[in-house]
């Protein structure tokens, strides 16, 4: 039994994040993804439009997805990767080398990103749209 984990905070989830949670699931036979919760994204300085309980409901409903974990601080992951038996860790590029101190205690993977889709792409086109909504419709 391979297990794989990734992390991230998956806000309004998109194709770019299936794609990275359906190329690391075909690299293990167990996926594991920690989810991070509002608070640690306050501190990545990232606000999100869905809530962490949100967010984890639909990844638990995505079928790659085998178990879903939450993601509270920058530090958890190596003792994740020996609490679960974590063969691989799993991300996307936009991290290249961010995360090689893993490497010690499991294989770590860099998939390339999906181009032309983000969640702040999405969050920016929302906001846009409540701001004309608001100009002319109401
Ligand atoms: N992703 C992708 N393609 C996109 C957008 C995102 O492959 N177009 C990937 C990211 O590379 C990441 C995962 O989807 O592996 C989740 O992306 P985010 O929710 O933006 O995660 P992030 O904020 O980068 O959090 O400790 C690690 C952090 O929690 C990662």
């Known amino acids: ?11 309004l989830f ?4 299936l ?3 359906k190329r690391a699931k075909s690299l ?3 996926l594991i993804v ?17 809530p962490f309980e949100h967010r984890v409901e639909l990844l638990r409903s995505v079928r790659f997805v085998d ?5 509270t601080c920058w530090e958890q992951k190596i003792t994740d990767v020996q609490r679960l038996g974590v063969d691989v860790f799993v991300i996307g590029d936009d991290w290249q080398g961010k995360f ?14 999906t181009d ?11 906001q846009v749209f409540m701001q004309l909504k608001r100009d002319f419709l109401d």
């Open 34 to 50: 920690a989810v991070s919760t509002d608070e640690f994204n306050a501190g990545k300085g990232k606000t999100t439009l869905m």
């Open 67 to 71: 178990e879903v974990i939450a993601e």
């Open 28 to 30: 293990g036979d167990k």
């Open 1 to 11: 039994m391979k297990t794989v984990i990734t992390y991230g905070t998956f806000d």
């Open 100 to 113: 090689d101190f893993l490497q010690e205690f499991c294989e770590v993977v860099y998939l390339p990103r």
């Open 19 to 21: 794609n990275l949670l």
């Open 14 to 17: 998109h194709i770019g994040h």
């Open 116 to 126: 032309n889709i983000s969640s702040t792409d999405l969050k920016k086109a929302i």
